[in-house]
């Protein structure tokens, strides 16, 4: 059993749409979706777009949320809101 | 057992928090906070803030993610991500 990440940031949902297909599509089980700060949202979209439109066997195993320690410019470090989608086929 | 909503929208995050922990301290067992689109990532930020600086006596129980359909101004339906964290303590 292998596991892949697909880390979301700023590019269009549709890279991540395409980039976790992809992994399905090379014999990957399990897909996991991370993304932090802003980008959470659209990590979900994410998610859903590949279950909705692409791969309807595809499964929400888990999801997991949490919180990380950025070092700011200012010195003050800054905690950052994460988010991690466990898909399966 | 009580089972009460907090909708994430556009205030600022405390404004949330603050609604949850105000749940919580008037006896309710489980608090959902539900938000969809961009507001997604500012869900998180709350049951983060609550968990972490507030209630650590917290739990996420689980966590789900969903599609709704929304008439947008142009005739097209328009899809928009959901999220649904649902607390305990």
Redesign the interface.
């Known amino acids: 059993m292998t596991e892949h990440v697909v880390f979301v940031g700023n590019k269009p949902v549709m890279n991540y749409v395409l980039a976790t297909i992809t992994q399905f599509n090379e014999g990957v089980d399990k897909v996991v979706i991370k993304a932090r700060?802003?980008?959470?949202?659209r990590a979900?979209?994410v998610?859903?777009i590949v279950r909705?439109r692409f791969l309807p066997n595809v499964k929400?195993e888990d999801?997991?949320?949490?919180?990380e320690e950025l070092d700011s410019t200012q010195g003050k470090p800054l905690?950052v809101?994460t988010?991690e989608?466990y898909l399966s086929k």
Not at 37 to 41: F, N, P, Q
Not at 63 to 67: N, V
């Open positions: 700060g802003r980008a959470i949202s979900v979209d998610a859903e909705n929400v999801i997991q949320i949490g919180t905690n809101s988010i989608i």
